[in-house]
């Protein structure tokens, strides 16, 4: 009987604990921060076409803006310690408390990469969240638009006894307004002289009377007035065709 007795309350003492540890390991700790997860995303300043819905791109020169977004929303992003790393270098300035975006300027470097990586920490000094973003930045781009007849690659046809335009959109030029470029329009090996001022982008060529086809090369350059490492251009071959 006594045996017997001894073995219930060690089965209960057993149960106890067993009971005690899982409330432990299911009872979460006061003052803890919840699990977090940090969120980058990157802007430039580059010029893009209104018609145009992708990524604004950097190119040489450009202001580039790294947000954090931190989730879940009920933590206060204001409560925390923002650590910005570019290219490994500690950025003191842009750190601190409650800063979420980092900005800098590009260096001017085509194909430059940058390496951003954020450390969130919290008013205990622990870190809760990190993530890391590449960018890379890429030369500027012209893409020339018309009407006329693509025949093959870069070749359009151009009938004789008609106006056809010829008009050119830059893409990721650090500009805000289409003046702010220098655009050469070369036809044939000769300077276009009479551009419009009000709309440089954009070269009109009337064609008259043919007798015969003839082949001449299009050339365009396009140049910003604040930045000389920030240039395009691209070629055309051009059929004239009675």
């Given at each position: 009987m006594y045996l017997n007795k001894m073995n219930e309350i060690k089965k209960i003492q057993y149960y106890l604990i067993f009971a005690f540890l899982c409330f432990l390991f299911i009872t979460p700790v006061q003052g803890q921060d919840p699990r977090a997860e940090v969120i980058l995303t990157w802007s430039t300043?580059?010029?893009?076409?209104?018609?145009?819905?992708?990524?604004?791109?950097?190119?040489?020169?450009s202001v580039i803006e790294v947000a954090a977004d931190i989730i879940p929303k009920s933590i206060n992003p204001q409560e925390l310690d923002y650590r910005w790393f570019l290219d490994r270098n500690f950025e003191k300035n842009a750190s601190?408390?409650?800063?979420e975006t980092l900005k800098f300027t590009d260096k001017g470097i085509i194909g430059k990469i940058y390496s951003i990586r954020l450390e969130v920490v919290n008013q205990t000094g622990s870190i809760i969240a990190s993530a890391s973003?590449?960018?890379?930045?890429?030369?500027?781009?012209?893409f020339l638009e018309t009407?006329?007849?693509?025949?093959?690659s870069s070749k359009y046809l151009v009938l004789a006894n008609q106006e056809t335009i010829f008009k050119i959109q830059p893409y990721f030029f650090n500009i805000k307004t289409l003046s702010e470029l220098d655009y050469q329009w070369i036809l044939n090996g000769t300077k276009a002289s009479q551009i419009s001022e009000n709309n440089p982008n954009i070269f009109t060529i009337e064609t008259g009377q043919l007798t015969q086809t003839i082949e001449q090369e299009l050339k365009i350059s396009v140049e910003s007035d604040k930045n000389i490492f920030q240039k395009a251009q691209t070629t055309a071959e051009l059929i004239f065709r009675p």
């Open positions: 300043n580059t010029y893009t076409p209104l018609n145009y819905h992708g990524k604004a791109l950097p190119s040489p020169g601190g408390l409650g800063k973003q590449e960018i890379k930045t890429i030369k500027p781009e012209i009407e006329a007849l693509l025949l093959d």
